[in-house]
C-alpha cells in the first residue's frame, strides 16, 4: 500500500502562468544538468506565490515545493514517448521528494519551484531517470 507521503497531488505541481513566468521569465534561477535532465530551480517568498495563487482558498494546504515536468515535442514528435518519458520522471519524483524536506522544513515563509526539462532525443530506462531526479534533487537540497 502506498504512503502517505509519496503521493504526487495537484497542489504539488506547477502549473500556474505566473509562477512559471516567476521561475522562468525573471532572473534568480537556478539550472543544473544531469544528462538527460536539466532542472532550473527558484527559491521564491512564500507569501507572494500565495497571492499569485487565487484559486487555492485554503493557505494552509499549500505546499512547499512545486515542480513542473516539460518534454519537448522537437525531442519526440509522438505523444505517447513524450508520455512515457513525463510518466518516468514523474514517478521518480515522487519517490525521492523527501530529500528536499529536511531543507526546506528550515526554511519558514518560502516556497521551491522546480522544472525538470528533458534533453535528450533517446528514451532512457526507468532506473537511469530515477538516479538522474535523485541527483539532482540532492544538489538543489544542497544549494538551497
Given at each position: 500500500m502506498?504512503?502517505?507521503g509519496e503521493r504526487l497531488r495537484k497542489e504539488e505541481r506547477l502549473c500556474s502562468k505566473k509562477l512559471i513566468d516567476t521561475l522562468f521569465g525573471t532572473g534568480g534561477s537556478h539550472?543544473?544538468?544531469s544528462f538527460?535532465?536539466?532542472a532550473v530551480y527558484r527559491l521564491t517568498d512564500g507569501?507572494?506565490?500565495?497571492n499569485v495563487d487565487t484559486h487555492i482558498e485554503n493557505v494552509s494546504s499549500m505546499v512547499d515545493v512545486q515542480v513542473l515536468i516539460s518534454v519537448p515535442k522537437k525531442h519526440f514528435k509522438r505523444a505517447?514517448?513524450?508520455n512515457r518519458v513525463k510518466r518516468?520522471?514523474?514517478e521518480a519524483y515522487r519517490k525521492h521528494k523527501q530529500l528536499l524536506f529536511p531543507r526546506m522544513a528550515e526554511m519558514t515563509n518560502k516556497r521551491l519551484l522546480i522544472a525538470f526539462i528533458w534533453l535528450s532525443n533517446e528514451l532512457t530506462s526507468s532506473v537511469?531517470?530515477?538516479e538522474r531526479?535523485?541527483?539532482?534533487?540532492?544538489r538543489i537540497g544542497e544549494r538551497i
Open positions: 502506498e504512503k502517505q539550472a543544473m544538468t538527460p535532465l536539466k507569501t507572494e506565490a500565495r505517447v514517448k513524450r518516468q520522471v514523474r537511469t531517470v530515477e531526479v535523485e541527483n539532482l534533487l540532492h
